[in-house]
């Protein structure tokens, strides 16, 4: 879990959080096409428009919460997102309970620790008014109810 400064604002530690990620400085937004490793192997995941809407949103959660983005880290952001509310949008929904269910396998204490936080939390999925990516880490921690 890397814990970014409260604050440094949402656009430096997002390009933190993507240079520690390997991914390019703009993230996959517009990519059509993501690869998800698995052990050695690489495994093609369509991006359609609408995932390239919420990923955005996906990846702050990720600063806001230190999750990475190991198979670990998606487990507990995909708790942490399930437990406080995916909103309307059906591919958080989806795809995170898929890494839910990985996660049952392979981190079931993080993942609880992950759902329990959650539970006392909000998301931007559910708060529909875009961040401010010039205001702080700690800004959006309080928004998210992440530091109660």
Not at 60 to 80: F, M, Q
Request: hydrophobic fraction near 40%; glycine fraction near 8%; charge should be positive.
């Amino acid at each position: 879990m890397t814990a970014y400064s409260s604050a440094v604002s949402l656009r430096t530690a997002r390009e933190q959080y993507f240079r520690e990620a390997g991914l390019p400085p703009e993230g996959n937004y517009s990519t059509k096409w993501e690869k998800i490793p698995v052990g050695p192997l690489w495994f093609p995941l369509p991006n359609p428009r609408m995932r390239s809407r919420v990923l955005p949103l996906h990846d702050l959660h990720h600063v806001a919460t230190g999750y990475d983005t190991s198979w670990r880290g998606e487990a507990e952001i995909a708790a942490w997102e399930l437990a406080a509310g995916c909103g309307t949008y059906v591919v958080p929904w989806v795809l995170n309970l898929a890494v839910f269910g990985v996660g049952l396998f392979i981190a079931p204490r993080r993942l609880w620790r992950a759902f329990s936080l959650g539970r006392r939390c909000n998301t931007l999925y559910t708060d529909r008014s875009p961040p401010d990516l010039d205001s702080t880490v700690g800004e959006l921690r309080h928004r998210l109810r992440l530091d109660a």
